[in-house]
């Protein structure tokens, strides 16, 4: 069996964002009665027809593409063939009103996901610091949150006081300039968490970055980096600090991150917190009239505005989803979402994740390509043979992959093409026929721990 690269030295102790003695945080907080905002349906819908007009966008990028390598002879490259498996697999995502492969969920574990690495500690306790540019991969130089900084928006700006890491560690992937080049450090000493995007481990000649997903001893510039208290309520008061995060939403890396300590208890184990999603286009007027509703709710502190959209109904940061009551698959076809997390034939992760949907929810908090959730990178993520066979139902495990991806990758399969009658779980379904049938609700907003006038 494979192993992780970096493996992860520590365990955490769950759960993250106790807040123990304080507000409530809102990754702990169980949805009660399931009960879903008056504007469920429509909002279900305005999503549905966001990731529909973004699978066909997709599929018509890939039949474009295809019919280009046609028209160079490249018909027996093995590109040629994966490209037109690809395209038959989203032409059968859009049947019987399906709305495209976008519509079905992924959880990332590899590429955009969140590798976590111990900060360095001296044999005296004291934890080294350094100064570190602030140079996103594609973009100008801007002031990172939360970390003392120096200089200016013409000349670039550095940040102070930056950790580093224990040993050698790499930013998520991909290995490109596409990537997100996340990193979480973690003082288990003081349960602070330190998160970075776009981190550079490798530079050119002209001192440009090479991107993410490359391995090096440390950071030498970043996108941007922010602190969050592990300890505490895992948000951010909004008229203090409204951009103190490296996430879009202004929200911690940790808060909401399926992680292996998730899973220790196995068959019977239960995620207690809400997990994350990303989707194409959240909610943004970038001029908002009083009768806009909000770009952003509690716990976001702000939103992803580079690719937004200007839909009172589209789905704002910080809005919750939880799977409903009966869940449906291609045609006719529909199940109950209690029956199905007590279905010993699905694999146990797959009836847990389930679970946690329908008790906990996910909470959106970034911009993606998709309707993706995310899980530790798997690049760090421990997790023994034995569980991995647990959580899988697999007798045997493919000895290229950590066991950590073996179930993640187990998972996948279900959300995308094996649950519910082989249709997977997509977002919605829409046709003739059956009209209009969501998989999610929309939950009501969490109040604020702010506007408690209990607090402190």
């Not at 492969?101 to 996901?113: A, K, T």
């Amino acid at each position: 069996m494979a192993t992780p690269d970096f493996p992860r030295s520590f365990q955490f102790e769950l759960p993250l964002f106790a807040n123990k003695g304080g507000p409530v945080s809102p990754w702990n907080e169980v949805v009660k009665n399931n009960k879903p905002v008056e504007e469920s349906d429509r909002q279900s819908r305005a999503t549905y027809d966001i990731l529909r007009k973004f699978s066909e966008d997709r599929l018509k990028k890939d039949q474009t593409k295809l019919q280009t390598m046609r028209n160079n002879g490249q018909q027996e490259t093995v590109d040629f063939k994966d490209l037109q498996d690809r395209i038959a697999q989203q032409e059968k995502a859009f049947e019987n009103g399906g709305g495209g492969g976008v519509q079905f969920p992924y959880v990332n574990y590899n590429d955009y996901s969140f590798p976590i690495y111990k900060v360095k500690r001296y044999a005296n306790g004291k934890v080294p610091t350094k100064a570190v540019p602030c140079l996103p991969y594609n973009i100008c130089s801007f002031p990172s949150p939360w970390f003392p900084r120096e200089g200016n928006k013409q000349k670039g700006f550095t940040i102070l006081e930056v950790p580093t890491a224990e040993c050698e560690f790499r930013p998520a992937g991909p290995a490109a300039l596409e990537s997100d080049g996340a990193v979480i450090l973690y003082d288990d000493k003081t349960k602070m968490e330190y998160d970075f995007w776009q981190v550079s481990t490798h530079q050119d000649v002209r001192g440009k970055s090479t991107g993410g997903g490359i391995a090096g001893d440390e950071i030498l510039a970043t996108g941007s980096a922010s602190q969050f208290d592990v300890a505490g309520v895992g948000a951010r008061t909004p008229e203090i600090d409204p951009s103190g995060s490296s996430r879009a939403s202004g929200l911690p890396y940790l808060g909401g991150l399926l992680i292996p300590e998730d899973l220790a208890d196995g068959i019977k184990s239960k995620i207690k917190h809400a997990l994350i999603f990303a989707l194409p286009q959240l909610r943004y007027f970038p001029k908002q009239l009083q009768e806009d509703p909000p770009n952003w709710v509690y716990p976001a502190t702000r939103t992803e505005c580079t690719n937004g959209i200007a839909n009172p109904n589209a789905l704002a940061a910080g809005q919750r989803i939880l799977l409903r009551d009966v869940l449906h698959g291609r045609g006719d076809f529909a199940d109950t979402t209690s029956d199905l997390i007590k279905d010993e034939s699905l694999p146990p992760i797959v009836r847990i994740f389930l679970d946690v949907l329908y008790n906990y929810g996910a909470y959106l908090v970034d911009g993606a390509g998709g309707f993706s959730f995310a899980a530790e990178d798997i690049h760090t993520a421990n997790m023994t043979e034995e569980q991995a066979k647990d959580l899988t139902g697999l007798s045997q495990l493919n000895e290229k992959v950590t066991p950590w991806q073996a179930v993640i990758e187990t998972l996948n399969h279900y959300l995308c093409c094996k649950l519910l009658d082989g249709a997977g779980l997509a977002f919605a379904y829409l046709d003739e026929t059956n009209g209009f049938r969501p998989n999610f609700n929309i939950a009501e907003d969490v109040p604020a721990f702010y506007a408690d006038p209990c607090r402190e």
